[in-house]
């Protein structure tokens, strides 16, 4: 027996140093599978002969990876023995445990069952892998025709019968496989048999073939394909045999360390090119995307099966009650909730490809793998002549602000079309950049953060629920997205300081694609701070009010708050499954509400020195083309830090050119159609009930007010600004209403027009609709939020004339508005205004009555 | 050997960390907890909901020390968790009658 096992020893000795010295995995798991089929034929035999036993009644079968002749260097065997009947298991059962006992001491690691032949007919449904293996049956030794009966006349009835079975429990296993590891081939230290990509994926998508029948529309389409596929096969079983080899055990998890190790051998490289460990783990994504989209091909197949009469007959009248049949000229179309191709030659047109992705990021659907083969093929030859091939910033921004982007920069990045868009992307792509915390590739990492920001749709858990109401109403979106997108760019960039890499990847896209230098200066933003949420939640005590208002001069603006609350949550939650913790979550929603409301209480106080901001006024200057710099610091003289914050210096210039007509008349106004309505931009002389009766003004016409805010300067000038939704669609269709409202407005506040007849005539119009969500009135003063006014937070149902009721009952009361800050999240409103009473703070008795006033109008 | 628990503010965790690296200290459980001692909570108000926040975010670390290092880690916790406000937190030890490394069963403090 010793020498035997020397015998056997050596001979692995023999395969492991032909695989050190550059012998292929192919050949090195052939002869790995040799020694074990000639150990086996000799002490199988060599039993016999000892114990004087025919072998009548047994046989000896390899399954599953063994039975495919793919046996690693440290893997089971797995082993079945068949017997004729129940009489012939217990004659053989003493040798069975002799026969493992010994092939154990050989260094053998054998996973053996026993079933009888009738027992290999039954279908055990708790034991689908069993069955699964046995479709990979391979004679081993003992009784030859007992195994030919088996594999030909038992078995191919009874698996045929169990295909359904069989399909639907592999399905299973593989989805419930690919959710453990977070159905993505990209992880930083993949393990290459289990994970997506892996060997794993190869046997299933064998499997699949074997019970769906070998398909001629399920193989590769070429005998390319097939080779790129074997190559694939190549490439992940050679690491595998290092990687037993080097830690002499069944494991497969391809460290930082081995990934070294197989760039230094070049490892399973063909082209001779010397590869550091990061390029070759470019190579490793590439051969796991072959595999893993060779698996899922398979898995979105239906299994057919032949129907009864019965079932026909309800298919047919199914069909007749709903066709399906798209719209002539469609191009595409939602087949079983996946978008399908229907007109391949238009894809030539790259216009009606980006359009798809833009339907397929509004509506949240798929395309399916057939559609991306499709497109694949369209976008890989270029003898088909491309048109429209270069996608405009307007096309992108419509993707990037839908509800699901993710849904269109997936496939987009799967087919390459990403990285043409955005060759900045491309410093990302498959890169492995090694931390302790992050658990996927750079690319991987930046694409799940949109994601993750997409489920908030629909939050999966108590984590997300408090920032879903920000995504909701998260007005620009496509520069959130887009500032997602290069983030981390700069990673892949020989530079220091990864942030500054990323800034250099939007310079460049912003140039190339045409931003505004208002979306370029955003995105800048949130690139340049996307670290300092988190390292503030993480470092500062953000219960400690300077470390908030610190914070709060930072963002600076509301808007810019909430996109960087939610660029964080996307950020943690996307470096692994549980870097997010509930803890973590909370304390970046503390930080956030402080950092609110901080910003949203500090407007009175923080008042603009115009002379101090020398080069602000530069700028405005130079846009106003020659205007007096005494006229400039006259004019933003007083107003609140906000509004230097929430407009650029060229905004302000035209604000500033409003403020230099006031003497030509009284009241300037500036109306912009926007993407979800239109912006009134409203300078005047401060005066009584003028907040009210704009509000006024625009709920007589119909007009749903969103956002509005209102500041004045050191002199009294009113720089309001409403934006607002035309529910009636008036101005929209009617563009001669446009003048007609702007004069409406005018004679209203230049007193020529009274407000109350407009009123009323839209009240008999419209019939006010119960709400769909009902929500409680609030009211709430803060004494201590300003030096010189009261701060009054209004939370209420939001409905046509709110802001005009409020505004006339604070008007009646005798209350002015200094500032005021509007916005509405769905159907609440939330509005803040910082008022003062004949010039000063409102006293307890003012308060309570006008908090009884308000809830009184507001219900 | 003695168990000690710190109870300290998230934002000074790295700080302690850092300082305890620097006197030797490489191993250490750290957990997110919330709790509050003589730190009361506080109410914030966010488009009209309230948010009150009665148990407050702490960091909690645990190591098991050799009765000559318990001196030194205190000191340095002491010195780099300390800011002076209610809500730096606490440290709190224990005796601990056994130490067994499940690997090579190694008992006492050259398990630690």
């Keep these: ?859 | 050997m003695m168990k000690l628990e710190a109870i300290i503010q998230p934002s000074r965790f790295e700080s302690v960390k850092d300082a305890l690296r620097e006197v030797g200290i490489e191993g250490m459980t750290v957990t997110e907890v919330r709790g509050h001692g003589r730190q009361k909570g506080h109410t914030e108000v966010y488009r009209g909901r309230e948010y009150t926040v009665d148990l407050l975010p702490k960091i909690k670390l645990e190591m098991v020390l050799p009765d000559k290092l318990v001196n030194t880690v205190v000191d340095t916790i002491l010195k780099t968790a300390k800011t002076g406000k209610i809500g730096d937190g606490k440290i709190f030890l224990s005796r601990v009658e056994e130490a067994i490394r499940i690997r090579n069963e190694e008992r006492g403090e050259s398990a630690l």
């Design chain 1, 1 to 859: 027996m010793s020498v035997l096992v020397s015998q056997v020893e050596a001979e692995r000795q023999r395969v492991r140093a032909q695989f050190d010295a550059g012998a292929t995995a192919k050949e090195t798991l052939r002869q790995l599978c040799e020694l074990a089929d000639g150990t086996i034929h000799q002490m199988f035999g060599d039993m016999m002969k000892v114990h004087e036993t025919p072998e009548e009644g047994l046989s000896l079968l390899a399954l599953g990876g063994y039975g495919r002749q793919m046996l690693f260097p440290y893997s089971d065997l797995d082993i079945l023995f068949l017997f004729e009947n129940q009489k012939s298991e217990e004659e053989f059962r003493p040798l069975i445990s002799e026969f493992a006992r010994t092939m154990w001491d050989l260094g053998f690691r054998v996973s053996s069952a026993g079933r009888t032949i009738d027992e290999c007919k039954r279908i055990e449904e708790d034991n689908a892998e069993f069955h699964l293996a046995l479709l990979d049956r391979r004679f081993l030794a003992g009784d030859q025709a007992l195994f030919d009966k088996l594999d030909k006349r038992i078995l191919p009835p009874s698996e045929k019968q169990a295909r359904p079975f069989l399909f639907s429990q592999l399905h299973r296993l593989t989805k419930e496989r690919l959710a453990r590891y977070g159905n993505t081939i990209f992880h930083l230290e993949p393990n290459v048999k289990e994970a997506p990509g892996g060997l794993r994926d190869y046997q299933a998508a064998f499997w699949l073939r074997q019970i769906l029948g070998d398909r001629p529309d399920l193989r590769g389409s070429s005998a390319a394909d097939e080779e790129i596929a074997a190559d694939a096969v190549e490439f992940q079983s050679a690491i595998r045999c290092l990687l037993h080899y080097a830690n002499l055990r069944n494991d497969n998890t391809l460290t930082y360390e081995m990934q070294e190790e197989s760039a230094n051998r070049s490892l399973a490289v063909r082209d001779g090119v010397k590869r550091d460990a990061a390029e070759w783990m470019r190579l490793y994504f590439r051969h796991a995307r072959t595999l893993s989209r060779q698996l899922l091909r398979y898995l979105d197949q239906k299994i057919t099966m032949p129907l009864s009469l019965r079932e026909r007959f309800f298919s047919a009248a199914r069909s007749v009650a709903r066709p399906e049949a798209p719209p002539s000229g469609a191009h595409f179309a939602i087949r079983n909730g996946q978008f399908e191709i229907l007109n391949q030659a238009a894809l030539a047109d790259r216009a009606i490809v980006y359009s798809l992705f833009t339907e397929a990021a509004r509506a949240g659907t798929p395309l399916s793998r057939d559609a991306e083969r499709i497109i694949a093929y369209v976008v890989s030859h270029s003898e088909l002549h491309a048109i429209n091939q270069a996608m405009t910033w307007d096309t992108l921004k419509e993707i990037l602000a839908a509800d699901y982007p993710g849904m269109a920069l997936r496939p987009m990045q799967r087919l390459g079309i990403l990285m043409e868009v955005l060759p900045e992307f491309r410093a990302i792509d498959s890169l492995v950049v090694r931390d302790f915390y992050h658990r996927y590739t750079v690319d991987e990492h930046s694409l799940r953060t949109i994601e993750h920001l997409q489920a908030l749709a629909d939050p999966p858990d108590a984590r997300g629920a408090q920032v879903a109401a920000l995504w909701r109403a998260q007005e620009r979106r496509d520069l959130l997205v887009f500032a997602l997108l290069l983030h981390d760019t700069g990673k892949g960039m020989p530079v220091e300081n990864h942030v500054q890499g990323s800034l250099t990847s939007l310079a460049s896209a912003a140039s190339r694609l045409g931003l505004t230098s208002e979306e370029e200066a955003e995105v800048h933003f949130l690139i340049e701070h996307h670290l300092d949420m988190s390292a503030t939640v993480q470092r500062r005590d953000i219960f400690d009010p300077s470390t908030v208002s610190g914070f709060a001069a930072t963002v600076s603006t509301l808007e810019r708050l909430q996109r960087l609350c939610l660029l964080t949550y996307a950020d943690i939650h996307a470096v692994n499954p549980e870097a997010l913790t509930p803890w973590k979550a909370e304390m970046l929603w503390q930080l956030f509400v402080a950092t609110a409301n901080h910003l949203s209480r500090s407007l009175d106080t923080d008042r603009l020195h115009a002379s101090d901001e020398a080069s602000l006024l530069a700028q405005v200057q130079a846009i106003a083309g020659g205007a007096a710099r005494a006229d400039i610091e006259r004019f933003l003289e007083g107003f609140p830090r906000r509004y230097l914050a929430m407009h650029s210096a060229a905004e302000i210039a035209a604000h500033f050119g409003l403020y230099r007509k006031l003497g030509n008349a009284p009241l300037q106004t500036d109306l912009k159609a926007e993407r979800h309505g239109f912006s009134l931009t409203l300078l005047t002389a401060d005066r009584p009930r003028l907040f009210a009766t704009i509000a006024g003004v625009l709920a007589a016409w119909g007009m749903n007010i969103i956002k509005a805010d209102a500041f004045a300067n050191a002199a009294g000038v009113v720089l309001d600004t409403f934006h607002f939704s035309d529910l009636h669609r008036t101005l929209e269709l009617n563009p001669s209403e446009v003048e007609r409202f702007q004069k409406s407005l005018a004679d209203v506040l230049g007193g020529k027009a009274a407000l109350e007849p407009l009123l009323q005539s839209r009240e008999s119009a419209s019939r006010a609709r119960p709400p769909k969500v009902a929500v409680a009135t609030r009211v709430n003063f803060d004494e201590g939020a300003s030096a010189h006014s009261t701060l009054l937070e209004v939370v209420t149902q939001d409905r046509a004339g709110l802001l005009y009721d409020m505004g006339s009952a604070l008007a009646r009361l005798d209350c002015n508005i200094e500032v005021a800050l509007i916005d509405t999240e769905g159907q609440k409103a939330i509005d803040v205004f910082y008022l003062t009473s004949q010039g000063r703070k409102l006293d307890s008795r003012k308060q309570d009555v006008l908090r009884e006033v308000l809830q009184g109008t507001l219900g």
